[in-house]
C-alpha cells in the first residue's frame, strides 16, 4: 500500500511540473473555435440557402461583392440565387452578424404583403440609407409623419394640378430637348451621340418647374441648347461614321449639382456596412456639407417666395399648394401654421430628386428599345399618326391638350413593358414575427421582393396554394398572363385585350390593361410610388414627341449595351441615338 500511494504521489509530482502555457494556448483555441461557430451565419430552418455561405462569417456577402462590382446590378445576383436554389423563397447572408436577407421571387406572395399585410413596413436600413434626405416621406414607416407628409403633398398629384400646372411644362420642356437633339443631330452628321444627360436635364428642367414654377429661373437644358446651337459642323470633331461625337457643355449652376450627388449619396449609404455611421462620417466633410448647405439655401428661398405669394392668394407651384395645404391643417387644428418647418424643405427636395432621378432613367431605357426594336418603333409611329390625324395632316406636332387626352393604348404597353424589364428590387421589414409562404420570419428581418426573376422574367416557380397567406389565397388572380411566351423580350402586346379580329393597335382595337401582368416598379399599397401619375405623363408626352418628330436609326453594338446600374431606379449605363428628322 505504502509503495502504491508512493508512485501515485510521484506522477502527481511529475504532472505539476507541466507547464501551464500550453493548457492555456488550448483552452484559448477551444474559446474562439467555438466563438467562431457561434457567429457563423444561422439559416432559417425550412428556407432554402448555400451550404457554402454557413461556413464563413462573411456568408454570401464575397459572392454579392463580386456580381456587383461587374455588373452594378444587385438584382443580378438576387436572381442568380433564387435560380441555384431554385425555390421562390430563399435566405442570403449579407452582413454579418445579422439576420438573414429573405429574397421572394413570387409576385402574388409579394403583391399581398404589400398591399394586405400590416405585419412587413418600411425597410429600417433603407431609412438609414435615407438619412440625408430629412423629413421626406419616403425615409418614414407608414405612420402619423409619413401620413402627414403625404397629406402635404395630396393636390400635387390631382387631375387639376398636373393638368394646369405640370404638364404645361413638361410639354414645354419636351421642345426644348427636341431642339436640342435636332441641333445635336445636324451637328452629328449621320452620327451617334450620348443622350444621358440630355434626358436627366431635361426631367430635372420639369422637376423645377412642378415645384417652383416661374419662381426658379435657372434651367439644365436652356444653356445647352444655346451653346450649341452657335456651333456649325466644323466646330465639331467628327470621326468615323459609327464613332460617337462628343459635344461641350454648359456647367449647371450650384443646386442642381446638390439635386444630382443626393441621389448618389443616397444609394452609396445604402449600400455601406454601417449606413447611420457613413452618414455621421460624411456629414462633417466639406464636400457633402456643400451639397446639403445649397439645398438649404435656395429651399429656404423657395418657400420664403411662396409663403408670399400663398399670402397674396397666387397658389400654383408645388411648394405653394404645400404651404395652403398646412395653412388649411392650421386652421383647423386651432394654431398658426409653421410655414418655417424643415418638411417643406426636404419633402419638396426630396420629391425633386426623386422624380427627376427615376423618370430620366426610365425615358432612357425607351429611346433603347425603340433604337433597337425599329418594327417597334414603326408602329408607334404609325399609332400616333392615325390617333393624332389632325395634327399630321396639318404638318405640326401635336399639343399638349390633344397628348392630353389622346386614348394610345400601344404606347401605354410600350411604358409599361418597360418597366416590368427594368424594376428594381422592393424591400420591406417584419415588424413582428411572421411567416411567408409557410416560413418562419423573425422580426427585423429584411425581405426582398426580387422583380427580375421568376414570375417577371422567367416563368413562375410553383408553389402550393396552403403554403401561402389566407389574404393571398382570397385575391382575385389575372389568369390572361402568358408565362409561356420569352419573358425577357421586350413585347408592349403582353398588356393589350385585343377587341376585334384584326391587327390594329389604335383606340378602336385594342385596351391597355395593366393589371394583366406582374409590375412592381412603382411598388403597390399604401407605399405605392407617390408620383407615378406624373412619372407616366411625362414619359408619355417625351416619348411620343421624340418618335413624332425623328427616326431612332441603329446605333453601334459597343453603344447599345443594355447594362445598368442599380440604385433609387435602374438607369442604362449607356444611351446614344443616331437620328434623322422626319
Not at 461 to 490: C, G, M, V, Y
Request: aromatic share 10%; net charge neutral; glycine share 6%.
Amino acid at each position: 500500500m505504502a509503495i502504491y500511494l508512493h508512485r501515485v504521489i510521484s506522477a502527481s509530482d511529475k504532472a505539476s511540473t507541466i507547464p501551464p502555457f500550453p493548457v492555456a494556448l488550448v483552452a484559448i483555441a477551444l474559446v474562439l473555435y467555438s466563438l467562431y461557430q457561434w457567429l457563423l451565419p444561422k439559416p432559417v430552418p425550412g428556407i432554402a440557402y448555400n451550404p457554402k455561405a454557413t461556413k464563413s462569417l462573411f456568408g454570401d456577402a464575397p459572392s454579392m461583392i463580386k456580381e456587383v462590382s461587374v455588373t452594378g446590378e444587385f438584382r443580378v445576383w438576387c436572381t442568380k440565387q433564387v435560380k441555384q436554389m431554385n425555390s421562390p423563397i430563399c435566405q442570403v447572408f449579407i452582413r454579418p452578424f445579422s439576420k438573414p436577407w429573405i429574397l421572394l421571387a413570387d409576385f402574388r406572395e409579394s403583391k399581398d404583403i404589400l398591399m394586405r399585410r400590416r405585419e412587413f413596413d418600411k425597410s429600417s436600413f433603407l431609412a438609414d440609407g435615407m438619412a440625408c434626405m430629412g423629413s421626406f416621406h419616403g425615409i418614414y414607416p407608414t405612420g402619423d409623419k409619413f401620413k402627414s407628409n403625404r397629406q402635404l403633398i395630396q393636390d400635387l398629384m390631382t387631375t387639376s394640378f398636373l393638368n394646369n400646372h405640370v404638364g404645361p411644362a413638361i410639354y414645354n420642356k419636351a421642345l426644348d430637348l427636341m431642339k436640342l437633339f435636332e441641333t445635336k443631330m445636324d451637328l452629328a452628321n449621320g452620327r451617334p451621340f450620348s443622350v444621358k444627360k440630355d434626358f436627366e436635364y431635361a426631367s430635372l428642367d420639369i422637376m423645377l418647374e412642378f415645384a417652383f414654377g416661374k419662381n426658379w429661373v435657372h434651367t439644365a437644358t436652356g444653356p445647352q441648347v444655346e451653346l450649341l446651337s452657335k456651333l456649325g459642323v466644323s466646330d465639331v470633331k467628327l470621326d468615323a461614321l459609327d464613332q460617337p461625337v462628343s459635344f461641350p457643355t454648359v456647367p449647371i449652376v450650384a443646386f442642381l449639382k446638390s439635386v444630382y450627388e443626393a441621389p448618389e449619396i443616397v444609394e452609396k449609404t445604402i449600400n455601406a456596412i454601417l449606413p447611420k455611421l457613413q452618414t455621421w462620417w460624411w456629414s462633417k466633410q466639406p464636400w457633402y456639407r456643400k451639397v446639403f448647405d445649397e439645398k438649404e439655401r435656395i429651399m429656404k428661398e423657395q418657400v420664403a417666395i411662396g409663403v408670399k405669394n400663398y399670402h397674396a392668394g397666387h397658389v400654383k407651384t408645388g411648394i405653394e399648394h404645400m404651404l395652403m395645404r398646412e395653412g388649411a391643417r392650421a386652421e383647423r387644428e386651432g394654431r398658426e401654421p409653421d410655414f418655417e418647418g424643415e418638411v417643406f424643405r426636404d419633402e419638396m427636395f426630396g420629391d425633386i430628386v426623386g422624380g427627376h432621378h427615376t423618370t430620366s432613367g426610365a425615358m432612357m431605357w425607351l429611346a433603347k428599345y425603340l433604337t433597337d426594336l425599329p418594327q417597334i418603333q414603326t408602329k408607334l409611329r404609325s399609332v400616333l399618326y392615325e390617333t393624332l390625324s389632325a395634327a399630321k395632316e396639318e404638318n405640326r406636332i401635336f399639343t399638349l391638350e390633344e397628348i392630353r387626352r389622346a386614348k394610345l393604348p400601344y404606347l401605354d404597353a410600350v411604358v409599361e413593358e418597360m418597366l416590368r424589364i427594368n424594376a428594381v428590387t422592393v424591400t420591406r421589414e417584419a415588424l413582428c414575427d411572421a411567416t411567408i409562404l409557410g416560413c418562419p420570419i423573425k422580426k427585423g428581418t429584411q425581405v426582398f421582393f426580387v422583380s427580375n426573376g421568376p414570375g417577371f422574367l422567367s416563368p413562375s416557380i410553383p408553389i402550393d396554394d396552403s403554403k401561402r397567406s389566407q389574404s393571398s389565397r382570397a385575391a382575385k388572380i389575372n389568369a390572361s398572363w402568358d408565362e409561356t411566351r420569352d419573358l425577357t423580350l421586350f413585347d408592349p402586346e403582353r398588356w393589350l385585350v385585343r377587341k376585334n379580329n384584326g391587327d390594329g393597335l389604335v383606340e378602336e382595337d385594342v385596351d391597355f390593361d395593366g393589371a394583366a401582368g406582374p409590375q412592381l416598379v412603382f411598388g403597390l399599397g399604401p407605399r405605392a410610388c407617390w408620383g407615378r401619375r406624373l412619372a407616366y405623363l411625362e414619359m408619355k408626352t417625351m416619348i411620343a414627341m421624340l418618335v413624332w418628330n425623328f427616326r431612332l436609326l441603329e446605333t453601334p453594338a459597343a453603344l447599345s449595351s443594355h447594362a445598368g446600374y442599380e440604385g433609387i431606379a435602374r438607369v442604362p449605363q449607356q444611351c446614344y441615338l443616331r437620328l434623322s428628322k422626319i
